[in-house]
């Protein structure tokens, strides 16, 4: 409707004018006709035919335009279907996209934020995929893509019973990696690197989508999940210092949330992962140096984080159910177990997130901080602080750092010097009824990065 309008308002722009020029052209000559002074005449002349030639040339450019319009609006009508049947094609049996992908235009937004599941040999990602359907609240906004690897037969069967509610591609390199020796038992994390990076490839490059929401096999996700990204997607979009969204939150765990605070919303310097969403943008920069392995952790390093921030919840929403195989079992027992899934439905995309983007954000966070009253860890720990409100507990060394968030229960370990939640150095949480910072000095000159 809205591109109707504009072409009508610019044709009627256009005809107007040239109305306007034809008179002026028609006048000219009568007024050059009365004297009859040749040079007057001479002169006169140059005049006109220069301004025909104007004409000439503007119609020409009114005409061009007129077409580009024309050919916009036809695009505009088939981008959905044929352009993407096309690619369809070009992409064989195997990698085919659900129609509900190929019509991705028709959402009135236009936000359209495809979905990756990460896939491998685990049959449980049934589990994950019945929580995606059960929650999403629009097929043609949320198009869910699965990308499997490892050619797993069984698994293949299970993903390919959602099929079309769900679109499967298949990481088509089946080939060994050359793992250095001494890395032999994490060949894994080889065959996840070069995973992502095909089917990063493949959403951004060959389907051309803006940005994507990267999930595991082994998560459960909040109902709420795509509400969340729908909400803070704007932000991601605007505030060039952010660099993801992140549904998790690595201190989650009862006893360190808020449990009423389901809206509340973080920046943190801490890359967390475990359901994130990323745009175009932040591929075609990655992608060009993407690592052989441990993308997760080398995604963290200072070349590429570039001092920018991902938004975190208080209350995660996402939650893992177990990885078998690649990951840590022990860091889940001891861990990932404890987590809080959130439950209560925060009706993000309808309200003002902009107090997150950073002018805003930054100076609202430092005032918190730093005019909160110091505590030691006893003090807290024994509720012995007359006053309500936030209060900090003040960390000068490494060694404090982890001393004091190993009693409090807060993962004390840090990755290119940050630790997990990290903004600023501050790590923000809740204990006993009140939020708490563990946080440096006021003057502190940024992450260590020999810190670990
Ligand atoms: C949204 O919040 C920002 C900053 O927190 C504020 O400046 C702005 O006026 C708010 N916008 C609306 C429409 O309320
Ligand atoms: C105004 C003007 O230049 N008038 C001229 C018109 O033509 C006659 C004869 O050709 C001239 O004598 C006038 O001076």
């Not at 809205?2 to 109305?19: G, M, P, Q």
């Not at 089917?199 to 940005?211: D, G, P, Q, T, V």
């Not at 009253?373 to 209060?391: C, F, M, N, T």
Request: glycine residues 4%; hydrophobic residues 35%.
């Amino acid at each position: 409707m809205r591109i109707k309008r504009t072409y009508c308002l610019i044709a009627t722009f256009i005809f107007s004018w040239i109305f306007l020029l034809y008179f002026t052209f028609q006048n000219r000559p009568n007024l050059a006709s009365t004297p009859n002074d040749s040079i007057a005449n001479q002169v006169l002349e140059v005049d006109i035919r220069k301004l025909e030639d104007g004409i000439q040339e503007e119609f020409k450019k009114n005409k061009e335009m007129v077409h580009n319009l024309h050919r916009f609006m036809d695009n505009k009508k088939v981008a959905g279907v044929e352009i993407e049947i096309e690619k369809e094609k070009a992409l064989g049996s195997d990698n085919k996209l659900s129609p509900h992908v190929l019509m991705r235009n028709k959402d009135p937004s236009g936000i359209v934020i495809p979905v990756l599941v990460f896939a491998c040999n685990r049959i449980t990602v049934s589990r994950c995929l019945d929580q995606l359907l059960q929650y999403r609240p629009d097929p043609d906004q949320f198009p869910i893509i699965v990308s499997q690897d490892c050619n797993d037969e069984q698994t293949r069967t299970v993903i390919n019973k959602y099929i079309p509610q769900v679109s499967l591609i298949q990481q088509p390199d089946q080939s060994e990696i050359e793992v250095p020796p001494k890395e032999k038992k994490f060949r894994g994390y080889f065959k996840i690197a070069r995973h992502y990076g095909w089917a990063l490839n493949e959403i951004f490059f060959n389907f051309n989508f803006k940005s994507v929401i990267i999930v595991e096999d082994d998560l459960d996700i909040a109902p709420d999940f795509f509400e969340y990204f729908l909400g803070t997607y704007p932000l991601l979009e605007k505030d060039p210092t952010l660099w993801c969204i992140s549904a998790w939150n690595d201190n989650g765990k009862v006893g360190l949330i808020d449990e009423k605070q389901s809206e509340t919303l973080y920046r943190t310097d801490f890359f967390p992962g475990l359901g994130w969403m990323l745009n175009k943008a932040l591929w075609q920069e990655l992608s060009a140096k993407w690592p052989r392995s441990y993308w997760d952790d080398w995604i963290r390093q200072p070349e590429q984080r570039k001092e920018r921030a991902c938004i975190r919840p208080e209350i995660s929403r996402t939650r893992t159910f177990g990885k078998i195989g690649v990951s840590n079992g022990l860091f889940y027992e001891k861990h990932l177990k404890y987590i809080k899934l959130n439950e209560k439905f925060v009706p993000f995309s309808k309200m003002n997130m902009s107090y997150l983007t950073r002018e805003v954000y930054d100076k609202q966070f430092i005032n918190a901080v730093y005019q909160s009253a110091v505590v030691s860890y006893q003090e807290l720990r024994e509720g012995k602080i007359a006053h309500d409100g936030p209060v900090r507990i003040v960390y000068y060394t490494k060694e404090s750092f982890k001393r004091t968030a190993k009693m409090l229960g807060l993962m004390d370990d840090f990755r290119s010097g940050v630790p997990r939640t990290a903004y600023r150095g501050v790590i923000t949480f809740f204990y006993k009824g009140r939020t708490v910072y563990l946080a440096p000095n006021l003057n502190w000159k940024g992450y260590d990065i020999k810190w670990s």
